[in-house]
């Protein structure tokens, strides 16, 4: 996220996401380098789940842990880089650290979650100065589709999550596997400002929830518990 930027979140019926990036495509450019992908996500957690407590609290102050790799959307196939993704909250202000990692994806994507190499996650985390009270570990993998836009009018930066489920679980965290998409997708609009420009209304005529209320991580977690 740029200094300065504002970032709002919607969220919609899955079922219509087609219908949304149709409507973009017509509104909007693709993204130059990143149209349309598969996200991979592995999020960790302590033990006493205090990162999902913090959002399910609606805490002033949040963290986020993830491991994160990016696939085609037409192939499947996955891109070697993979990332450690930090991100904190409080209140509105936002920041994300990003780190390109010294393996490939496939170090994150073809092990059991519940691998103890996944520790070492804890002393990357100390070696880039981000010291946690407890140790963390995956609790489970989230996968789902992107596509991203820009709209020239504004400079503003659109995308559409959809297709969200949990592709892995770690047990000894979570105690089922349920690989059925969630019922929402997310829109998401950066830009410079905290408002949706005008031609956006579809957007808010079909929202179910207000801006900034969805989390990937605690709304799988809810769906696995359910």
């Not at 006493?48 to 085609?72: A, P, V």
Request: glycine share 4%.
């Amino acid at each position: 996220m740029q200094i300065g930027e504002y970032e709002n979140k919607f969220i919609f019926s899955n079922f219509r996401s087609n219908i949304v990036r149709q409507y973009l495509s017509k509104q909007c450019l693709p993204d130059p380098l990143y149209a349309e992908g598969m996200i991979s996500s592995i999020y960790f957690d302590t033990y006493d789940e205090m990162m999902l407590g913090e959002k399910q609290n609606s805490d002033f102050k949040k963290i986020k842990i993830r491991l994160r790799w990016y696939s085609s959307l037409t192939t499947h196939k996955s891109g070697d880089a993979l990332y450690l993704e930090v991100k904190r909250k409080t209140g509105r202000a936002r920041q994300k650290e990003r780190y390109l990692l010294p393996y490939k994806s496939d170090w994150a994507a073809s092990k059991f979650l519940c691998d103890s190499k996944y520790f070492s996650i804890n002393n990357l985390l100390t070696a880039k100065g981000i010291y946690l009270n407890q140790a963390v570990f995956p609790v489970l993998q989230i996968d789902y589709r992107r596509s991203r836009y820009n709209d020239t009018l504004s400079a503003a930066r659109l995308s559409i999550d959809s297709d969200i489920r949990v592709s892995r679980i770690n047990p000894r965290m979570i105690g089922r596997l349920d690989r059925t998409p969630l019922k929402y997708a997310v829109f998401e609009h950066k830009g410079r400002n905290d408002s949706l420009p005008d031609w956006l209304y579809m957007v808010n005529t079909i929202a179910v929830g207000s801006k900034n209320s969805f989390s990937k991580y605690s709304r799988c977690i809810e769906h696995l518990r359910e």
